[in-house]
């Protein structure tokens, strides 16, 4: 069935640097794919999405790469600060007959002050 | 962006006894609405598909008899744990997209911590 992959599974950095979330999908039909971020206890919040029709995106420090060849998007926070911190899942949609969004596994990311 | 209440936000029931969890779009019509599984520190497992008007289409290994779920309306969807028992206890969290194509982003609901006792 359909499977999203996502590493690493956990990453530590120190505030200011950049951070690098990937992301690898199986389904070619697989047109949108969005990026949550989800703080402890509370609902997953869109940060930035990107369509299948482009290969990158950039909003102020967060972008997000996709290579429908191999069938990989990336995510990249640069300058990361602490408030950064939280669990970040990839995901992919597909519409064929009603949408369908398969989640990666997260990846708990820790900025250090 | 569009909000998606979802109630209650956590509940403790007995083993045996069902629970009822909610799932509005508050200012935009959801044809379609997903209801996910999260357990501890994992990712969000798709349960099912609902979609207002017809029967939901549920994911390989959620049993359909154990998780109703109803969409009655373009605006409520429901889960319903039915006979719960420890092993069902979880976050359950819901998303909805309204109707169009256009607006692919889903909006989550803030979710339900059930605990099974």
């Known amino acids: 069935g359909e499977n999203v992959e996502q590493h690493p599974s956990t990453l530590s950095v120190q505030e200011g640097d950049s951070a690098v979330i990937k992301c690898t999908y199986s389904?070619?039909?697989?047109?949108?794919f969005p990026w949550y971020k989800q703080e402890l206890g509370k609902r997953p919040q869109l940060i930035i999405d990107?369509?299948?029709?482009?290969g990158e995106k950039k909003d102020q420090r967060i972008a997000v790469t996709l290579n429908k060849t191999a069938k990989h998007f990336s995510l990249h926070i640069t300058e990361t600060q602490p408030e950064d911190s939280a669990v970040y899942f990839c995901?992919?949609?597909?519409?064929?007959?009603?949408?369908?969004?398969?989640f990666g596994a997260g990846t708990r990311l820790f900025v250090k002050a | 962006g569009a909000v998606v209440s979802q109630h209650p936000s956590w509940v403790i029931c007995k083993s045996g006894t069902s629970v009822k969890i909610e799932c509005r779009s508050l200012?935009?019509?959801?044809?379609?609405m997903f209801w996910y599984r999260q357990f501890p520190k994992q990712s969000l497992m798709l349960m099912a598909t609902?979609?207002?008007?017809?029967?939901?289409?549920?994911e390989q290994g959620v049993e359909k008899d154990k998780f109703l779920i109803n969409h009655a309306s373009l605006t409520l969807s429901t889960l319903t744990v039915t006979s719960a028992h420890p092993e069902d206890s979880s976050f359950y969290i819901c998303s909805a997209r309204d109707g169009s194509w256009g607006s692919t982003e889903a909006f989550f609901g803030q979710g339900t911590r059930l605990t099974v006792v």
């Open positions: 990107i369509r299948s029709n482009v």
């Open positions: 995901a992919a949609t597909t519409y064929t007959g009603g949408f369908k969004t398969i």
């Open positions: 609902s979609n207002e008007g017809s029967k939901a289409t549920y």
């Open positions: 200012d935009f019509q959801a044809t379609t």
């Open positions: 389904d070619s039909a697989s047109n949108y």
